[in-house]
């Protein structure tokens, strides 16, 4: 512990980011984890709490893989609050016991109790991260996943000279179970985050921060790969250098046919892998990140920033601005996630299902529930299909494993019960909704085609979409409402962005396909912690294939009850 204490007293305002490459042996290996969940006190724009965190690290420890490995990481809760571990975009074939979400695919880890999160790398390689998926304890429990290609296996870039994590997030001052409680009991949105952090640190631009800002240093003339991340828990986020342009060469653990933009959109559970050429003058310049919120609704809209350091420059030099889109642009937006392609090469093609035995149109929607203690008498709720996904309290995947009757209804329509004009004029008449724990069953190995709508119900929103289990192509997006009839013939079927997580923008919708190759229980949820809470939310329950290795695996014996 001593040790520890001393390493993150030495995350500092001079602490380099920059970490050089892993040796690995050329063999699939074991690595082995041991992720102690504990509390810590940590100080942040002048105020200490104790937060939840991983071997008393914020963010937490990265797991460096490499594709093939077998990974174990021994996860035992020492804190009051019941966990789980999300393994977010690791696909997990057949191994739903692994993927984490607490009452899908297992209950949680108790408080003195450990399990051992027992999965393969298989077939991915990038960047992709591990977070809490319980309450909103990811808000401090989270960390990197870099899985390195096969040995002798290269970028389809060039190489790096260096690379570093950066891991966007939310700080809160007070403890943020408590603001969520809160929220909940008057029914209104919890209050907005107080500072957005790089790799923990909000940076210079909020007080007490001289110690707690991110530095990293690059020499003159190089590349170096950037891993980043968004693990806030409720804001897209810009992120930019100032002077420098950022090539995008990979996203969600796919790479992408590379462009170069000068500031990036990431949603929350979204990863971004960029190349950054140090070829300005030696100097500082500021790294930045902050919201898009394109409509009218509460938000945290501070800068959090960290610093691109050149060898040699002393920390008296002022570092430059970055220059960041208006907070409002969606145009930027749009016209960002349109550049996004699929690298579609031979070692890497695009296996976009074109035929599609299953058509699903889910709406967003929000909604409000009588609450006569509520401020209003009323709780903000959300929709698919004007469902509102109620918890159940033992794990779905146990339950459908087991075959234990009466916990989830596979009943979840395949299109809203009511067509209308959903981004029409703002609707709040009808705001009432469904509850239930109502699944999709979808068959082994179909082809399945998902449009997601967003809705006028209260307000239009963008909500950034994530399917545990699978990758899924992101073969259509536009504002307005699908037309059904129209707007497939615009489909991008060749070298449409692989991924786990996609916007569904602004009164607008995002229409994806993937292969229901991976039978299990799969929770696709919005990755807004917010939404997710008032029940956006839903999970695919994928049936066996008639393989004996197309089978959900049996549940390892550590698995926590219920
Ligand atoms: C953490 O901080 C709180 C409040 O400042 C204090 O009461 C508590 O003793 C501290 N705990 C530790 C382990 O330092
Ligand atoms: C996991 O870690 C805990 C605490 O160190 C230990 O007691 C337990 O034996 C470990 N489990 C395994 C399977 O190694
Ligand atoms: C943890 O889970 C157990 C079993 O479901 C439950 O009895 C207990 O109340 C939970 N603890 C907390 C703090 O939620
Ligand atoms: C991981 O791969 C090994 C070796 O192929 C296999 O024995 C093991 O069952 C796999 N584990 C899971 C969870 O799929
Ligand atoms: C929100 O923040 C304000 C001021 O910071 C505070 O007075 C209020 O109690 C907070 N509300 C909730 C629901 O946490
Ligand atoms: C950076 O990108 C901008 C616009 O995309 C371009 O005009 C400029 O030439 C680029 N700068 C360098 C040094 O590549
Ligand atoms: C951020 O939001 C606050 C409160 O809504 C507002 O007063 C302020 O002008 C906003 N700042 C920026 C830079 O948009
Ligand atoms: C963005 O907000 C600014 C004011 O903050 C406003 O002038 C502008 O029209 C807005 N742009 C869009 C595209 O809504
Ligand atoms: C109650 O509802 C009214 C009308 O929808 C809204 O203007 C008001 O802000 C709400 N009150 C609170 C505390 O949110
Ligand atoms: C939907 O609403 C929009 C905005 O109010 C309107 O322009 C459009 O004509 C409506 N569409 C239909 C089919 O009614
Ligand atoms: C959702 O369901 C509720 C309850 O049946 C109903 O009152 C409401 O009109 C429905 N809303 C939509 C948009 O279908
Ligand atoms: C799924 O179907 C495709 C297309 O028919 C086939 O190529 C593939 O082998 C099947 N996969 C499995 C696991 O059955
Ligand atoms: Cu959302």
């Known amino acids: 512990m001593a040790s520890l204490d001393k390493t993150f007293q030495r995350l500092t305002f001079l602490f380099l980011g920059f970490l050089g490459f892993f040796s690995f042996s050329a063999e699939a290996a074991t690595k082995q984890y041991q992720f102690d969940i504990q509390v810590k006190n940590v100080s942040r724009l002048c105020h200490a709490k104790p937060i939840v965190t991983v071997n008393g690290r914020f963010p937490g420890p990265t797991i460096y893989v490499r594709e093939g490995d077998r990974v174990l990481v021994n996860v035992t809760n020492h804190a009051k609050y019941n966990m789980s571990i999300h393994w977010h975009g690791l696909k997990q074939y057949r191994n739903g016991w692994a993927d984490g979400p607490a009452y899908i695919t297992q209950c949680p880890i108790q408080t003195g109790s450990?399990?051992?999160?027992?999965?393969?790398?298989?077939?991915?390689?990038?960047?992709?991260?591990?977070?809490?998926?319980?309450?909103?304890?990811?808000?401090?429990?989270?960390?990197?996943?870099?899985?390195?290609?096969?040995?002798?296996?290269?970028?389809?870039?060039?190489q790096p000279y260096g690379e570093t994590e950066i891991i966007l997030g939310e700080w809160w001052n007070v403890d943020v179970e408590e603001v969520v409680k809160k929220g909940n009991n008057m029914g209104l949105p919890p209050n907005t985050s107080d500072a957005h952090t790089i790799n923990g640190k909000p940076g210079p631009l909020f007080p007490c921060s001289e110690k707690h800002t991110f530095a990293m240093e690059v020499e003159q003339g190089k590349t170096y790969l950037l891993r980043i991340i968004n693990a806030a828990l409720n804001d897209e986020l810009f992120f930019a250098i100032a002077g420098h342009?950022?090539?995008?060469?990979?996203?969600?653990?796919?790479?992408?046919?590379?462009?170069?933009?000068?500031?990036?959109?990431?949603?929350?559970?979204?990863?971004?892998?960029?190349?950054?050429?140090?070829?300005?003058?030696?100097?500082?310049?500021?790294?930045?990140?902050?919201?898009?919120?394109?409509?009218?609704?509460?938000?945290?809209?501070?800068?959090?920033?960290?610093?691109?350091?050149?060898?040699?420059?002393?920390?008296?030099?002022?570092?430059?601005?970055?220059?960041?889109?208006?907070?409002?642009?969606?145009?930027?937006?749009?016209?960002?996630?349109?550049?996004?392609?699929?690298?579609?090469?031979?070692?890497?093609?695009a296996n976009v299902p074109l035929k599609v035995d299953r058509k699903l149109f889910y709406t967003v929607g929000f909604g409000k529930d009588s609450c006569p203690t509520c401020v209003n008498g009323t709780r903000l709720v959300a929709s698919l299909n004007n469902i509102s996904f109620e918890m159940p309290h033992i794990g779905l995947l146990q339950a459908h494993y087991f075959n234990i009757k009466g916990v989830f209804r596979t009943d979840f329509p395949d299109r809203p019960p009511t067509p209308f004009n959903y981004t029409g004029a703002p609707l709040t008449a009808s705001l009432g909704t469904l509850t239930g724990t109502r699944l999709s069953k979808i068959a082994f190995n179909s082809t399945v085609e998902l449009v997601l709508q967003d809705t006028n119900l209260l307000t239009v929103e963008s909500h950034p979409f994530h399917l545990h289990g699978y990758n899924f192509f992101v073969v259509g997006t536009d504002i307005g409402n699908f037309n059904p009839s129209k707007d497939p013939a615009k489909f991008n079927l060749v070298d449409p962005v692989e991924r786990n997580t996609v916007g569904v923008p602004t009164g607008g919708w995002t229409a994806i396909r993937f292969r229901a190759d991976n039978p299990g229980v799969w929770f696709m949820h919005c990755h807004l912690e917010l939404h997710t809470g008032w029940g956006l939310k839903t999970a695919f329950v994928v049936e066996d294939g008639p393989g004996s290795d197309q089978t959900v695996l049996p549940p390892p014996k550590d698995l926590p009850p219920c």
Do not use: C
Request: aromatic share 12%.
């Open 245 to 349: 342009n950022l090539t995008v060469v990979e996203v969600d653990a796919v790479y992408t046919k590379p462009f170069t933009t000068q500031s990036i959109l990431i949603a929350p559970g979204q990863t971004t892998n960029v190349l950054v050429q140090a070829y300005q003058a030696p100097g500082r310049y500021f790294m930045a990140a902050r919201p898009f919120m394109d409509v009218p609704l509460a938000v945290d809209n501070k800068t959090a920033t960290a610093i691109l350091q050149y060898r040699g420059i002393p920390n008296t030099v002022l570092p430059l601005l970055a220059q960041l889109p208006a907070s409002n642009d969606s145009a930027f937006a749009l016209s960002y996630n349109k550049k996004l392609r699929s690298l579609n090469s031979p070692r890497f093609p």
């Open 114 to 158: 450990s399990y051992t999160y027992d999965f393969n790398v298989t077939g991915q390689r990038g960047t992709l991260w591990w977070h809490a998926h319980i309450l909103w304890l990811r808000a401090t429990v989270y960390g990197a996943i870099v899985i390195m290609p096969k040995q002798g296996t290269p970028f389809p870039f060039p």
